[in-house]
T-cell receptor
């Protein structure tokens, strides 16, 4: 059974740039959720993708967008990066959209300078 | 607006003793509560959960207690072992918008030999 994998593990960008983060879901999982974890805080829900459609969104601006592919892998795109976007970005997969048992990847640490 | 709060950033416990981690919430619409554990450089992993219709759930050394009137839940670990040293996140879910988990800030538990 393959777990959730994220790439890259670390990334440094400058303000105003764009970034794409990638996630491969656990085998058999058709739902992917993205969370942002700022330093010293808990993960905060960005959005969820189910069957290639956005299925719920948290309080994040439109410059945060995503995709889900037919193989259930997913991308998180952030445009016009701001300093406050510096955080650990966690991808989590689950068997179905309301499954509370999320399987998280190790995350991508994004630093915006 | 922090709807799920873990007021203790850290906790230190002797090996073999009981660890008690606390969590408070403000939203009475939450119907399901969870605890996740996170080791450094890894994503959070699901530990134990409880539905709002129950007041206790046990799984081996881990027990979660829910006090709905006080909007408070706690995680008891007994006996505590060195491998329990990690950051513990409390999380909650509403029936509406159930795809989204709301996390607390986390408590770093250290088990001393």
């Amino acid at each position: 059974e393959t777990g959730v994998t994220q790439s890259p593990t670390h990334l440094i960008k400058t303000r105003g740039q764009q970034v794409t983060l990638r996630c491969s879901s656990q085998s058999g999982h058709n739902t992917v959720s993205w969370y942002q974890q700022a330093l010293g805080q808990g993960p905060q829900f960005i959005f969820q993708y189910y069957r290639e459609e956005e299925n719920g969104r948290g309080n994040f601006p439109p410059r945060f967008s995503g995709l889900q592919f037919p193989n259930y892998s997913s991308e998180l795109n952030v445009n016009a990066l701001e300093l406050d976007d510096s955080a650990l970005y966690l991808c989590a997969s689950s068997l179905f959209p309301t499954d509370e048992k999320l399987f998280f990847g190790s995350g991508t640490q994004l630093s915006v300078l | 607006d922090q709807q799920v709060k873990q007021n203790s950033p850290s906790l230190s416990v002797q090996e073999g003793r009981i660890s008690i981690l606390n969590c408070d919430y403000t939203n009475s619409m939450f119907d399901y509560f969870l605890w996740y554990k996170k080791y450094p450089a890894e994503g959070p992993t699901f530990l134990i959960s409880i539905s709002s219709i129950k007041d206790k759930n046990e799984d081996g050394r881990f027990t979660v207690f829910l006090n709905k009137s006080a909007k408070h839940l706690s995680l008891h670990i007994v006996p505590s072992q060195p491998g329990d040293s990690a950051v513990y996140f409390c999380a909650a879910r509403r029936i509406q918008g159930a795809q989204k988990l709301v996390f607390g800030q986390g408590t770093r538990l250290t088990i001393n030999p």
